[in-house]
C-alpha cells in the first residue's frame, strides 16, 4: 500500500488532472453525438450500429489515451508488481481470452452489429458487441426457420479464436438464400422445377437487378467472383426414395425468411393438387 502511495505522490497532480480531463472530454463527447443519433430519423437498427460504435472508440481512446498519460509511470511501477500480473494473468486467463478475440474481431471486421452469424451451434442477429462479449438475438430452431426465438444470447469472444465463424451477411444488403425441398421418386421432378423456378421468379422479380448490382459492387472492392444472383435450382440424392431440389435465390439479408416463406407457398399453389 506504501508503494503505491509513493508512486501516486511521485507522479503529481499534473497526470490526475491530464486524466480527469480526458475522461470529461470523451465522456461528453461521446454524449453530445449519442444524442445526436438519438435524434436523427435514420433506422433503429443503424442507430444501434452508431451507439455502439460510439461506445466502443469512446472506451479504446480513454484506454489509449491514459497508458500516453501515465506511461512513464507505469514502466517504473511495472516492476513492482510483476509477481501480482502474472498471478492476474494465471486467474484471469479467460479475461484475456475474451479481449484478444473482441481485438481479432474488431481488426478483421469479422462481422458488424446488424449481421447474422453463426458460432459454436449460436446462431442469430448481432445487437451489440464490445471486447469482452458479443450479444446476438437468437435465430432458430437451428437452422430450420429464420425467424426470432425472443432469447438473447451472450457470446464471449475467447470463442473467436477457437470455433469458426458464418457471417451470413457477408454480401451486406442482398444474399444469396439456400433452401431445400425433399421430392420422391415418384414425383414428376421435371414439373416441380418448372413450379419452383415460377414462384422463385416471381417472389425475387422486384430485386434480382438491385441484388446483382450489389453483389457486383462487393466483388469490385473485395477481389471477388460473385456467382449470378438469378435463382438457380441443383438436386441430390438424399435417399434412394427420395431426390433434394435445392433452390438458391436472391433475398434482401432481413427478409430471407419471409422470401423462404412466399415461393414455398407459390410453389404449392402451382404444383400441389387442390381439392
Not at 443519433?37 to 461506445?55: C, F, G
Not at 442469430?124 to 450479444?135: E, F, P, Q, R
Not at 451472450?154 to 433452401?179: C, G, M
Amino acid at each position: 500500500m506504501q508503494k503505491v502511495l509513493d508512486f501516486l505522490s511521485q507522479s503529481g497532480y499534473s497526470h490526475l488532472i491530464s486524466t480527469i480531463t480526458l475522461v470529461i472530454l470523451v465522456l461528453g463527447l461521446r454524449s453530445l453525438l449519442i444524442k445526436k443519433v438519438r435524434k436523427s430519423e435514420w433506422r433503429s437498427e443503424d442507430k444501434r450500429k452508431w451507439y455502439v460504435n460510439i461506445r466502443n472508440w469512446s472506451s479504446f481512446t480513454i484506454f489509449f489515451g491514459l497508458v500516453i498519460i501515465w506511461a512513464t509511470e507505469l514502466q517504473t511501477f511495472a516492476l513492482s508488481i510483476v509477481a501480482i500480473t502474472g498471478a492476474m494473468i494465471i486467474s484471469g486467463k479467460e479475461l484475456i481470452l475474451c479481449v484478444h478475440g473482441g481485438l481479432l474481431r474488431s481488426f478483421n471486421n469479422m462481422f458488424k452489429v446488424g449481421d447474422r452469424i453463426e458460432v459454436d451451434g449460436i446462431r442469430g442477429d448481432v445487437i451489440d458487441a464490445n471486447l469482452m462479449i458479443t450479444k446476438v438475438l437468437e435465430i432458430g430452431p437451428e437452422n430450420f426457420t429464420h425467424q426470432f426465438t425472443g432469447r438473447s444470447i451472450i457470446i464471449p469472444n475467447s470463442l473467436f479464436l477457437t470455433d469458426q465463424v458464418i457471417n451470413e451477411s457477408f454480401l451486406n444488403k442482398y444474399v444469396l438464400h439456400v433452401f431445400k425441398v425433399t421430392l420422391s421418386r415418384e414425383e414428376d421432378w421435371k414439373k416441380a422445377e418448372e413450379c419452383m423456378m415460377a414462384a422463385a421468379n416471381e417472389s425475387c422479380a422486384d430485386f434480382i437487378e438491385k441484388a446483382q448490382k450489389s453483389m457486383d459492387q462487393l466483388a469490385k472492392k473485395e477481389g471477388l467472383e460473385v456467382p449470378k444472383a438469378t435463382p438457380r435450382i441443383t438436386y441430390k440424392f438424399s435417399t434412394s426414395k427420395e431426390i433434394e431440389m435445392i433452390i438458391r435465390v436472391p433475398s434482401p439479408a432481413s427478409r430471407k425468411g419471409n422470401i423462404e416463406q412466399e415461393i414455398l407457398k407459390r410453389f404449392m399453389e402451382k404444383y400441389l393438387p387442390t381439392a
